[in-house]
């Protein structure tokens, strides 16, 4: 652990659900002591987020997913006892985390500027809906939703299918790495002031950003709506052909930005007629169409190797099944098991980083709620 780029730094996770844990197990991973405040017995609401209703160890398995390699500390914000014990723990900390919608932690008497008394040189992290104020701040900041007010769901799919969401909470990850790159400049700030500081960050905002390639677009072109391909397996509804998604006759090739021209020739088609570049958009879904026939007479193997041969950017459109046999992943060793306190185990996946030439591995499962008190009081909150 002392190896690890955050070691010796304690953070106090208020957090709950998806967006503020998973910064929480970046930090953990790399290296922070990470604690999840929690209320007594239930613990925090992501305990009972369940993917498929799968539940491991008493909570969820998505909890287990987000929430290993922390521990927890259970307390109630109400008891002016726990209160005072967490703001003891306050004084001891370097980042708090939370994700409570506005006011709330201002009832308590943890907003940022009480904290800041408490501790002038804490990171104070917080993740909102929609900021703290505004005609929104008091909406539910759900992932489902912040993808759909936002236009996100009109990007994917073809023209005639209406919105399509993300099979992910892809808002909630997006705004996680947010508040993550806002922690790091924070400690690097007080490391150079000696002074708290303040890091907000939204889903709403997050949303956008995600999209800034595609808004400038939209904000310089007239503002023309996204045109999606009406050709099923277009994948961009801002790039021209050839970037989609084909039908082989054994499975689906990936087309991604390559020379229309360069690409007809190679599969057979006079690649004359795919000349002029500036059709490429204009006549996409035509280009699409044509491409789907003739791609449709060679298995994607088959295809990969004709088009790799010639420098086209191309590649299987595998499912996990296939995917996990692919020697990539293999190599990449993005695996890994979590020892759960019951004595099975749970596989999941690794972090993503590489420090001094190794990747990270942590085996430490989720903590049950409150588990950790008794080490944490005596490592904080004894004399």
């Not at 073809?158 to 909630?172: I, K, M, R, T």
């Not at 087309?255 to 599969?267: H, P, Q, T």
């Not at 499962?365 to 080490?375: F, L, S, Y």
Request: aromatic share 8%; net charge negative; glycine share 10%.
């Amino acid at each position: 652990m002392d190896k690890k780029p955050l070691a010796g730094l304690l953070v106090l996770e208020f957090s709950q659900f998806m967006a503020g844990p998973t910064a929480g197990l970046r930090l953990a991973d790399l290296g922070a002591r990470v604690v999840k405040i929690e209320r007594p017995e239930k613990g925090e609401g992501g305990r009972q987020i369940a993917i498929k209703n799968i539940f491991v160890d008493e909570s969820s398995l998505v909890f287990h997913t987000i929430n290993r390699n922390k521990e927890s500390y259970a307390a109630d914000l109400k008891n002016e006892a726990d209160l005072e014990d967490i703001k003891a723990l306050i004084q001891k900390a370097d980042v708090i985390t939370h994700n409570f919608r506005p006011g709330v932690m201002e009832k308590i008497g943890l907003d940022y500027e009480s904290v800041k008394s408490l501790n002038p040189k804490i990171i104070y992290a917080t993740v909102t809906g929609y900021g703290n104020d505004g005609p929104w701040a008091k909406k539910p900041g759900q992932d489902l939703l912040v993808q759909s007010l936002s236009g996100l769901s009109w990007l994917s799919g073809s023209e005639g299918d209406g919105p399509v969401p993300f099979g992910l909470a892809v808002v909630d990850m997006y705004c996680a790495t947010h508040l993550t790159q806002g922690i790091l400049a924070a400690l690097l700030k007080r490391s150079r002031t000696q002074q708290s500081v303040l890091v907000e960050v939204s889903l709403l905002e997050s949303v956008l950003d995600m999209q800034f390639e595609v808004l400038t677009t939209h904000f310089n072109d007239g503002r023309k709506l996204p045109q999606r391909s009406a050709v099923r397996g277009g994948a961009h509804a801002y790039l021209s052909a050839p970037y989609g998604v084909y039908k082989t006759a054994d499975g689906y090739l990936a087309l991604a930005m390559g020379n229309v021209e360069k690409i007809a020739g190679a599969i057979g088609l006079p690649s004359e007629r795919y000349r002029d570049a500036s059709a490429w958009f204009s006549k996409r879904d035509q280009i699409l169409q044509e491409f789907n026939d003739v791609l449709l007479q060679k298995t994607t193997d088959e295809w990969t190797g004709i088009l790799e041969a010639v420098g086209i950017w191309c590649g299987p459109v595998n499912d996990y099944h296939r995917f996990f046999q692919e020697e990539g992943f293999l190599h990449a060793g993005m695996t890994q098991e979590v020892a759960l306190q019951d004595g099975t185990k749970l596989k999941t996946t690794r972090s993503v980083y590489y420090i001094d030439g190794a990747p990270l591995y942590a085996d430490k499962p989720a903590p049950k709620v409150g588990q950790d008190n008794e080490k944490i009081v005596n490592d904080y909150l004894v004399d």
